[in-house]
């Protein structure tokens, strides 16, 4: 029993946890929580510990000496916004399963949580004006408007030279065109009916299908205006602001 | 099935098997099949359907196993039913699913079956079995715990080498406590098994009486009678005395029930010390050295003659102490005439060569030289084979057959003794023995049982003679009568005997007595030459100091490597050393040689990412440094200690 005491309490000796970046979490929502694992030990492995949040665990058969190990746990976070990470619970029954050691680990981490999506169609009224402008989108492309002629340069695809202009000139001219994307969202909270967290969860809804879609969105949040843009960091930025609007 | 479960099932059956050994000789036959078949259905379990059906026979056929063993249980046995009992429910468990819960409760069964062994036989062996148990219990415990998790949990090549420190430290290290406990926890005056023991079947003895001719044959038993641990003593000192005979019944020697007055002293020279560990017997008599006095660690009754008799028969291994004095000096107080008689139907041929004999001399020497002149020239053989069987065995032994063993030896010489009016009475015990120097001990077996006369002088003592030595064949008799013990079995005998002393008969007296042997070195050891401690100690702490900076500067492979590369550096450049603030890849481009670069680009993720080499970078790196052996280049860097100012090395 003593030995078997000292290997258990030796097992999850500088047991060090740390969080990750990992994937979004939404309210309501099962998530994933990346840890990594390290153990700081020189020479011992350590061996059969679980890694617990609420009613999820994963059980991490051995990490040998010096090394580190990058674990998913399954998570629900219940609301939205800034919320302090959970408890993690670390138990181990090694060596013999007489003894459970644990301890809890509280991380010194805020998670950002976005709103719970709720499915829902684009609305319909969309102020037309606004929306032409809206619909320009700075990025260089083949298939939109005319953005601006500029000098030929090794490489230019042929059919962007611009011939008329070319034969005015001395040397050869091409066209720059915007991206003709998609049609540009706008998606703005007070189109919306419900209560504010059922208006959010659609709006959260819409800009992540707009994302995968690699359409153009933009939000309206009150007095605040996001212009459309596309690519992750747009949709994080709208999916924080909705998160993190009171 | 996992590698681990594989691992675990060989385990459990190992540790199965270890249980079982010891007990499969003294179980009934029913037991043994019991045990066979438990083992064969959880070997083929996995490939047989099990219904419910099934499991229920199973159960019932079990509980009525049990049952009947346990319908044996008598106030005087225990140990055999219990021990039954914990077989069959081993074979059942064995034969069932093999769940983590019934596994854990096979490894439970299987140890108490061997801690239940120990109640029917407790030989060496069993230290064996039980390292071993110990061994498998705690590796199956420990895999029994993954398994437990999760049955199809796997472990890497390198997590399993890494675990299997772990499965042998923790038997080893309990193993290694086990037997700290073992010498300092309380120990009972009587062994607690003792209590549920069996009585034992006690071997042949030394006999309480000598009848020369009732036997036509006497058997040889190498069975071991005692072991004396004591200093090598002469042979012929070494006569052990067991019993006294002083009375004749016809042809049978006895021993009385008087209590002669009789006065031992002690002379020439110090006494052997002795113990004694006799082997359990028959009869009460506690054999010492010839002749001993103060026996202890037994409860005995000390006679007049010499003789010791126990108190309490339990039929098991005995210990006691002694001290040997066979120098000594034993003499009769009072009348001698009871041991002057002879039995009225003595052959008149014996009594006519007793009567010759004690005519032609005079005195106690001489009748003694006279008797043992006559012995040696009616040219007696000594034998144990084809002897006849006769009402007159002393007559027949010294005139017709003229063969016989040491109880006709000793029979007649103390008749014809007695007939020429010297009072004799004989000795039984036991003559030799081999010394084991390993465990410096003498090893004596039954068929070293002895019996010698023991006539008294004109001064009244009474004095040894052993007429066997009178025998024609008397030295090759005695050099042939025993084949002496080989290699190997006296280190057995002395690995045994280790056993019996230390581990056996280790009780409360002799923890005490361990207690003051450590009481009294913990003295010695204060009248320590005080200078000599204080140099041991200061070499103690210099050498824990060399060993934390070396660990601090030098604690790896790889810092040693890279302390190496900037030493060869420093001496490529010409510096004694570098300056402490250089970096690796700053030195690499200082210096512009390519080696230094390659250094660097390997060396650079270990110093500051945290990265470990594998074994072929060390190799190569190692390889490095050696080749720089040969370079010489200049670095520009500032050295304001070696140079005084942004010099140039040379």
Redesign the interface.
């Known amino acids: 029993m003593?030995?078997?005491g000292l290997?258990g309490h030796r097992n999850l000796h500088r047991l060090e946890l740390c969080l990750l970046p990992s994937a979004d979490l939404f309210a309501a929502t099962p998530g994933t929580l990346r840890l990594r694992i390290t153990n700081r030990q020189r020479y011992?492995?350590v061996?059969?510990f679980?890694i617990r949040i609420a009613d999820h665990k994963v059980?991490v058969?051995?990490i040998?000496?010096?090394s580190s190990e990058v674990v998913d746990i399954a998570l629900t976070m219940p609301k939205r916004g800034k919320q302090q990470a959970p408890m993690i619970h670390v138990s181990s029954?090694?060596?013999?399963?007489f003894f459970v050691r644990s301890y809890q680990y509280c991380p010194p981490r805020t998670l950002l949580v976005y709103p719970r999506p709720l499915a829902s169609p684009l609305p319909v009224h969309q102020n037309s004006r606004r929306s032409a402008s809206d619909l320009q989108i700075a990025v260089p492309g083949g298939d939109g408007d005319l953005r601006s002629i500029e000098d030929y340069r090794p490489g230019d695809p042929p059919r962007a030279i611009h011939w008329k202009l070319s034969a005015r000139h001395d040397n050869l001219k091409t066209k720059q065109l915007n991206r003709q994307a998609a049609v540009t969202t706008m998606i703005d909270l007070q189109q919306f009916d419900g209560p504010l967290e059922e208006r959010l969860g659609r709006c959260t809804y819409l800009v992540n299908r707009c994302f995968h879609q690699h359409c153009a969105v933009g939000l309206v949040l009150g007095a605040k205006r996001f212009s459309p843009a596309v690519g992750r960091t747009q949709q994080l930025r709208l999916l924080k602001e909705l998160a993190l609007y009171e | 099935m996992s590698n681990l479960q594989r691992l675990l099932n060989w385990l459990l059956y190992g540790a199965a098997l270890l249980a079982i050994l010891p007990v499969l000789p003294f179980v009934a036959l029913w037991v043994q099949l019991f045990l066979g078949a438990g083992l064969i259905v959880g070997l083929l379990r996995s490939r047989m359907e099990w219904s419910q059906r099934s499991s229920r026979l199973a159960v019932l056929v079990t509980s009525g196993a049990v049952v009947v063993s346990g319908l044996q249980l008598t106030m005087t046995d225990v140990a055999l039913p219990l021990v039954q009992v914990l077989c069959i429910l081993l074979a059942a468990r064995l034969a069932s699913e093999k769940t983590p819960r019934n596994m854990l409760q096979s490894f439970v069964l299987a140890l108490t079956l061997l801690a239940a062994s120990s109640l029917l036989t407790l030989d060496m062996i069993y230290l064996a079995y039980l390292a071993l148990m110990i061994l498998m219990l705690s590796a199956g415990l420990v895999l029994l715990s993954f398994v437990d998790v999760d049955p199809a949990i796997r472990l890497s090549d390198q997590a399993f080498k890494g675990l299997t420190f772990f499965l042998l430290a923790i038997p080893l290290t309990t193993l290694v406590l086990m037997a700290a406990f073992f010498f300092i926890l309380p120990r009972t005056p009587t062994p607690l098994w003792n209590i549920v023991g069996q009585e034992r079947t006690a071997a042949a003895g030394m006999s309480d009486q000598v009848r020369p001719g009732s036997f036509s044959d006497l058997a040889s038993t190498g069975d071991i009678a005692f072991r004396a641990e004591t200093a090598e003593l002469p042979a012929q000192l070494l006569y052990w005395r067991g019993i006294v005979l002083d009375q004749i019944d016809g042809q049978i020697w006895r021993r009385s029930n008087r209590h002669p007055d009789e006065q031992f002293r002690t002379e020439g020279g110090a006494g052997h010390e002795l113990v004694i560990f006799a082997e359990p017997k028959s009869d009460p008599y506690l054999v010492t050295l010839d002749r001993s006095e103060r026996l202890q660690g037994v409860s005995h009754r000390p006679e007049s003659d010499g003789v010791f008799v126990r108190q309490r028969q339990d039929y098991k291994r005995t210990s006691y102490r002694a001290v040997g004095w066979p120098q000594g000096v034993a003499s009769l107080n009072g009348s001698a005439d009871f041991y002057l008689n002879v039995p009225a139907t003595l052959s008149s041929q014996v009594r006519q060569a007793a009567a010759f004999i004690k005519a032609e001399t005079l005195g106690f020497a001489e009748r003694i030289a006279a008797l043992e002149n006559f012995f040696l020239e009616q040219r007696l053989s000594y034998s144990a084979e084809d002897l006849p069987r006769t009402e007159s065995p002393v007559a027949t032994f010294l005139f017709d057959s003229r063969r016989g063993y040491c109880e006709h030896f000793a029979s007649a010489f103390a008749v014809m003794l007695r007939l020429m009016d010297v009072p004799t009475r004989l000795v039984g015990g036991y003559l030799g023995g081999t010394y084991n120097r390993f465990g410096k001990f003498y090893l004596v077996t039954e068929d070293r049982a002895h019996v010698w006369v023991e006539a008294l002088n004109d001064q009244g003592e009474w004095v040894r003679i052993d007429p066997s030595r009178l025998a024609v064949n008397a030295d090759q008799a005695f050099s042939a009568a025993v084949a002496e013990r080989s290699y190997l079995q006296s280190v057995t005998d002395a690995l045994f005997h280790s056993w019996t002393r230390r581990v056996l008969n280790y009780d409360v007296q002799q923890q005490f007595q361990l207690l003051r042997e450590s009481s009294a070195r913990l003295a010695r050891l204060r009248q320590l030459n005080f200078s000599r401690l204080t140099g041991v100690v200061m070499f103690l702490s210099l050498a824990c100091a060399v060993t934390l900076v070396w660990r601090r500067y030098w604690g790896t492979k790889d810092k040693g490597l890279l302390h190496s590369y900037l030493r060869q550096v420093a001496r490529c450049a010409g510096l004694k050393r570098l300056p402490p603030a250089l970096g690796l890849y700053q030195l690499a481009t200082l210096s512009g040689h390519p080696l230094c670069q390659e250094f660097a680009e390997s060396y650079g993720p270990v110093l500051y990412g945290g990265k470990e080499l594998d074994p072929a970078q060390r190799k190569r790196l190692r390889d490095v440094v050696h080749q720089l052996k040969k370079e010489r280049f200049v670095i520009e860097v500032a050295l304001p200690q070696s140079l005084g100012d942004n010099g140039r090395s040379e």
């Open positions: 003593a030995v078997t290997c011992i492995p061996y059969l679980e059980v058969p051995a040998a000496a010096c029954c090694f060596p013999v399963n």
